[in-house]
């Protein structure tokens, strides 16, 4: 790593430890090849061989250098459930540090002294309260140390009653249903709006069959007969004057509105017409139609 010849230091063989690497005399020709290391670091521990080369020979020494590491980053931790009766472990564990690492736990609330119950393993940090009760709620330090120093953390802990078990279940179940019939509304309302809008779809394409077909003009023709018989047939001979039949030329015939071989055939009446001499009515013509469909 470093090495003293004609009058000349070279230090460059070994990357880690240039520039912090030197001669402790500066001129080495004297005998004395001490060195020193600046800025030490763990990486730095190894073992080192040191040689003297002078005619008309050579000799050697080597040496073991380790670099301790004081504690640092120390972590406290709780481990189990903090219920009166249950047993409780507070955890202490240093990310550095040289070993043997040593831990220590104190109470620093209340009472300086740990519980009765308590079990101390030094070499992981765990202190176990077995058995806790309420008594053992306050604030714990833990104290990491080695030979060349120490780190320290602290946590609280809180004793409590136990839970109540079966509350939880009865309202995790509560809450379970109410979460499923909430889902299944939602579902209900979904497919109730499905099935309307399918239904308005189908609707809206479909042909509707119900629908009577518009009246033909035949059909007015025979409704404008009609009414006229019936207008013709309650006049008495005090308005018949001044009245003006309407020619039968006039009233609309079925053989405009029907194609050859549509014209239907009537069969003759087996009503036997009424007297009307007796009924004090005047007697009226009225229009009937003939097999070929002319009016007579």
Same mark, same amino acid.
Not at 59 to 78: D, F, M
Not at 100 to 109: K, P
């Given at each position: ?83 009166? $009766? ?13 070993? #043997? ?8 609330? $209340? ?11 030094? *070499?992981?940090?765990? #202190? ?35 839970? *109540?078990?079966? +509350?939880?279940?009865? $309202? ?13 509304? #939602? ?45 013709? $047939? ?45 009924? +004090? ?16």
């Amino acid at each position: 790593i470093i090495m003293y010849a004609v009058d000349r230091i070279y230090n460059h063989y070994y990357a880690a430890l240039t520039g912090r690497m030197q001669f402790t005399n500066p001129d080495p020709r004297s005998g004395d090849a001490s060195l020193d290391i600046q800025n030490l670091k763990a990486a730095d521990t190894g073992t080192y061989q040191c040689k003297v080369k002078k005619a008309p020979g050579v000799q050697s020494k080597k040496i073991q250098l380790t670099v301790l590491v004081k504690p640092a980053r120390t972590k406290c931790s709780i481990g189990g459930s903090q219920e009166i $009766g249950k047993d409780v472990t507070l955890k202490c564990v240093s990310q550095e540090g040289s070993p #043997l690492l040593s831990y220590d736990w104190r109470r620093v609330s $209340g009472s300086q002294d740990l519980p009765a119950t308590s079990m101390l393993n030094k *070499n992981t940090g765990e #202190l176990l309260l077995k058995n806790a009760s309420q008594e053992y709620s306050g604030v714990y330090s833990c104290v990491a140390s080695n030979r060349v120093g120490t780190d320290e953390c602290s946590i609280e802990l809180h004793v409590t009653p136990p839970v *109540n078990t079966a +509350g939880i279940i009865v $309202g995790a179940i509560i809450g379970t249903l109410l979460g499923l019939s909430v889902l299944t509304f #939602l579902i209900c309302c979904w497919c109730k709006k499905h099935r309307e809008k399918k239904y308005e779809k189908e609707v809206h394409h479909d042909i509707r069959e119900d629908v009577p077909p518009p009246k033909s003009r035949s059909s007015t023709a025979r409704s404008y007969i009609g009414s006229n018989r019936s207008s013709l $047939g309650s006049m008495s001979p005090s308005n018949m004057e001044g009245y003006t039949k309407t020619p039968y030329s006039q009233v609309p015939s079925e053989d405009f509105e029907r194609t050859p071989g549509q014209n239907p055939t009537f069969a003759p009446s087996k009503v036997a017409a009424p007297n009307l001499s007796r009924m +004090g009515a005047v007697p009226v013509m009225i229009p009937a139609q003939s097999k070929d469909g002319s009016i007579v």
